[in-house]
C-alpha cells in the first residue's frame, strides 16, 4: 500500500549541504515510521536516522547526530533528510523506508528491523 521515492541527492564537497526527499503515497503512511539507510560501495547497509508517524519523534545514529535533521510533512506525505556539515565517508545511496513497529521498536532493533516498504535510492557524493 506504500510507495516511496527518494530525491535529492548529488555531488557536494566537504562541508556542504543536500535535503533529500522521500515522497509517499498510500493511505496508511501516516501511521508508519520512516527511517533513512545508507549504502556505501563494499559496505554493509547502515541506519541513519527515523522518525515517527505525527513527527514527535527522531532518533539518530551516532555517525550523523548533530548534522542531520530528519521531518515529516504529513500534509505532502513526504519525509526529509537534511545533510549538514558533510564528510566523505556520509556517501553512499541513500534509502527510505517504512515499517508499523512500534517506535520504540524500530529504534532498538536499526538496520535489523525488517522494513515493510523501501525506496529506490539516491546517490549522494561528498568529495574531499
Known amino acids: 500500500q506504500v510507495q516511496l521515492v527518494e530525491s535529492g541527492g548529488g555531488l557536494v564537497q566537504a562541508g556542504g549541504s543536500l535535503r533529500l526527499s522521500c515522497a509517499a503515497s498510500?493511505?496508511?503512511?501516516?501511521?508508519?515510521?520512516i527511517g533513512w539507510f545508507r549504502q556505501a560501495p563494499g559496505k554493509e547497509r547502515e541506519f541513519v536516522a527515523l522518525i515517527n508517524w505525527s513527527g514527535g519523534r527522531t532518533y539518530y545514529a551516532d555517525a550523523v547526530k548533530g548534522r542531520f535533521t530528519i521531518s515529516r510533512d504529513n500534509a505532502k506525505i513526504a519525509v526529509y533528510l537534511q545533510m549538514n556539515s558533510l564528510k566523505p565517508e556520509d556517501t553512499a545511496v541513500y534509502f527510505c523506508?517504512?515499517?508499523?513497529?512500534?517506535?520504540?521498536?524500530?529504534?532498538?532493533?536499526?538496520?535489523?528491523?525488517?522494513?515493510?516498504?523501501w525506496g529506490q535510492g539516491t546517490q549522494v557524493t561528498v568529495s574531499s
Open positions: 523506508a517504512a515499517n508499523r513497529a512500534p517506535f520504540t521498536t524500530a529504534q532498538a532493533m536499526g538496520v535489523r528491523l525488517r522494513y515493510d516498504y
Open positions: 498510500g493511505r496508511t503512511f501516516s501511521t508508519y515510521n
